[in-house]
């Protein structure tokens, strides 16, 4: 223990066991005391092999420092985000480009009688809205508005049809929002 604390050169340790039984690599993130405080590392450990025995192991270690920090920092942000976006009593729905459902808030999940995850990933216009307008009518419409060849209507009102079968006529604001990707 010239090096690393017992419970530390344990880990390790055993770490380096788990890669010569198995003959497998390995990368672990972790935790590690400096003189400037706490850091993390990232380690990658591999077999080494003589006469297709393995015999030790090798590896090496980076700084994820910066990296877990702002890993933490976008989770705080997308909770943050989450919190504002279910404590709003507005319906928020968003779509992709063919019309599937990426996002809904908690008040439209009140509303339309399911859940998030019966939700994320359905297409809005055959699920939510009466048919046969829904898919025949709106859903066209929406197309040529994702192909920019229509002007979109920031103020629209349509029905739309609950899991129960109820029908709900609704003021929509809308607002055509574009991704890095285009």
């Not at 380690?43 to 700084?63: A, H, L, Q």
């Not at 990296?67 to 943050?80: A, D, F, G, M, P």
């Not at 995850?117 to 025949?136: S, T």
Request: aromatic share 10%; charged share 25%.
């Amino acid at each position: 223990y010239d090096i690393w604390p017992k419970e530390i050169a344990d880990i390790y340790s055993n770490n380096d066991a788990e890669v010569i039984s198995s003959g497998k690599s390995i990368t672990i993130e972790e935790p590690v005391e400096t003189f400037e405080g706490k850091r993390w590392v990232e380690t990658y450990k591999s077999p080494v092999e003589i006469n297709s025995e393995v015999v030790g192991t090798v590896g090496f270690s980076r700084d994820i420092t910066d990296r877990r920090i702002l890993e933490q920092n976008l989770i705080k942000e997308r909770n943050l985000f989450e919190n504002y976006l279910n404590t709003v009593e507005s319906i928020i729905i968003s779509l992709n480009l063919e019309g599937c459902i990426t996002l809904v808030n908690r008040k439209a999940c009140e509303l339309l009688g399911y859940t998030a995850n019966e939700l994320i990933g359905q297409q809005w216009f055959n699920i939510c809205l009466v048919q046969p307008d829904g898919m025949q009518k709106v859903y066209p419409v929406f197309k040529e508005i994702m192909k920019g060849k229509l002007e979109g209507r920031e103020y629209y009102e349509n029905i739309i049809l609950t899991k129960s079968k109820e029908k709900y006529l609704i003021a929509w604001h809308n607002s055509y929002l574009i991704d890095e990707k285009g």
